[in-house]
């Protein structure tokens, strides 16, 4: 099993940057694939980013293409969002959610997840 800590979130304003990090402990982060997902209110979860088990491999959603950049350092079990551009349409609390899969696989839905931290909330204002 591995656990899912959320941090970094907060305040910002539109055209501002944040870096949420996603701090793994249990298993070895290596095992597993790693995804982004967000949730506003009233509004069903939905994907941000992800990466795949060496970090080889991303995907990004397209709301968020060439704004979000997601990122892993196995090594000191690590996931990172980087945003940059916020929009207030970003506002939502993110979540880090991990699943243990084959080497190249990445997976852009919630259900394909089976570990998820708590969240941290982002609001953009305008």
């Known amino acids: 099993q591995v656990q899912l800590v959320e941090s970094g979130g907060g305040l910002v304003q539109a055209g501002g940057s944040l870096r949420l990090s996603c701090a793994a402990s249990?298993?070895?982060?290596?095992?597993?694939?790693m995804g982004w997902f967000r949730q506003a209110p009233g509004k069903e979860r939905e994907f941000v980013a992800a990466?795949?088990?060496?970090?080889?491999?991303?995907r990004h959603a397209d709301s968020v293409k060439g704004r979000f950049t997601i990122s892993r350092d196995n090594a000191k079990k690590l996931v990172y969002l980087q945003m940059s551009s916020l929009k207030p349409e970003d506002t939502a609390v993110y979540y880090c959610?991990?699943?243990?899969?084959?080497?190249?696989?990445?997976?852009?839905?919630?259900?394909?997840?089976?570990?998820w931290g708590q969240g941290t909330q982002v609001t953009v204002s305008s």
């Open positions: 990466i795949s088990r060496t970090g080889g491999t991303t």
């Open positions: 249990g298993r070895t982060l290596s095992t597993y694939a």
């Open positions: 959610a991990a699943n243990a899969a084959s080497i190249f696989w990445v997976g852009t839905s919630a259900h394909e997840y089976e570990y």
